[in-house]
């Protein structure tokens, strides 16, 4: 059901509906972890009696607002991190997937415990009601728009938020790369729901000694997987839909608007939320398709002439991305387009499948969002670290101070003991030096003795 819900809202083959079942594998994770997650951490004691440790607590009540292009995974990886550390949850499903949010209210009230987890459906009018309330933590995956509004929401009640948000995710194609491998992993992450991920390689910056030659297969590649004409392409069954007719129109405007040259693709169907797979060569850095997360089928390319260079262009067209790719066979060619570049992840020589690492904490920085989850991060991520400090009563059975009148001699001796320490530094050496000539003597008289 949830597969049959899922090809309703967006189309495409039923191997799609794999990338939504993946909550299963967070679940059992979680589950075979979550004695050591949950397990008091014990640090550093700063006396030597009593002890110091980390109790990991729930939060509280967290509001789950999941979007609409991978509804059930970015519900279902999100809702297992909070229920591991101990979180009632609220979520609030997309309106815009209708039968994956209709689903999603129907099995969650059958399968989970209903005083600890709710689904409210519903649009714009409920999700702002919910906001209105105080939770104890917010997660939201979308758009930097809504994020802002969230962000202030929650504000009014000092309410921790994970934003989940998007950019403009660039991908860099050095001439050191292999081409071929380059080209299969791009197009299967471009062509993946139509391009509707977060992660999606947003633009292509290819090196000018292999640009010609990754052009030509790219559009090669595409024309042999879905279709050599726009109709062929509209017509095969594993071509995904656009969500709705709104976003097709978007998507197209982004075309229409370009200066550059569009090499492949370039039409749309809004009755049928059809979006060919386009690629556009050398568009103008002050196009909207290179200022506007695409979040559709749409590819422009733009050919440099080595890593600094791109590393420039990156920087200009969007500096804090949720994801980063680059391709290249060069490590230094690596570390220094890193080096150069942040984002919220990286692959090198792949995309998007850091995404498949429980290990590696998911998230954006600076407007692709804040916070982290996947794996121990999301626990961590829901889980309040209380700090707690247990003191010893059996040896020292009076406060830390003795009580008033304090006498400036004490403050003397604790600055000394804190501060500069009971000894001076020359004080210091000289002990040391007395130190040393003393186990040398020592020495002398033993080595001596057994002559």
Partial sequence: ?????????????KIRGLFELSGHIAAQEALDALDTWTAPEVVKHNAMTGKSYIRKEPKGVVLLISPWNFPFNLTFEGLVPIIAAGNC???????????????????????????????????????????REKYDHILYTGNGAVGRIVMAAAARHLTPVTLELGGKSPTYVDKSAKVDTAVARIVLAKTLNAGQICIAPDYILVHSDVASEFKSKLVAELKKQYGETSQERKDCKDWPNIINARHVGRIYNLV??????VIMGGEADQHTHFVDPTVIDEPSMNDSVMREEIFGPVLPIMTVNGVEDAIERVNNICDHPLALYIYAEDQATIDTFLNGTTSGGVCVNSCIEHIGNSALP?????ESGMGAYHGKAGFDEFTHRRSVLVKDTFFIKGALLPGPPYSDKLYD?????????????????????AGVTTAALIGYRVVRSRL
Avoid: C, W
């Fill in 1 to 13: 059901r949830i597969v049959e819900a899922l090809r309703k809202d967006h189309g495409g083959p």
């Fill in 89 to 131: 949850a609220v979520i609030k499903p997309s309106e815009v997937s209708t039968h994956s949010g209709a689903l999603m209210a129907e099995l969650i009230p059958k399968y989970f415990d209903n005083d600890a987890i709710k689904v409210v459906t519903g649009g714009v009018p409920e999700t702002t009601a919910l906001l």
């Fill in 256 to 261: 229409d608007e370009t200066t550059g040259k």
């Fill in 362 to 366: 998911f998230g954006g920085v600076g």
């Fill in 413 to 433: 001796i604790a600055y000394k003991i804190q501060i500069s320490g009971l000894i001076t530094d020359k004080q210091r050496k000289l002990l040391k030096l």
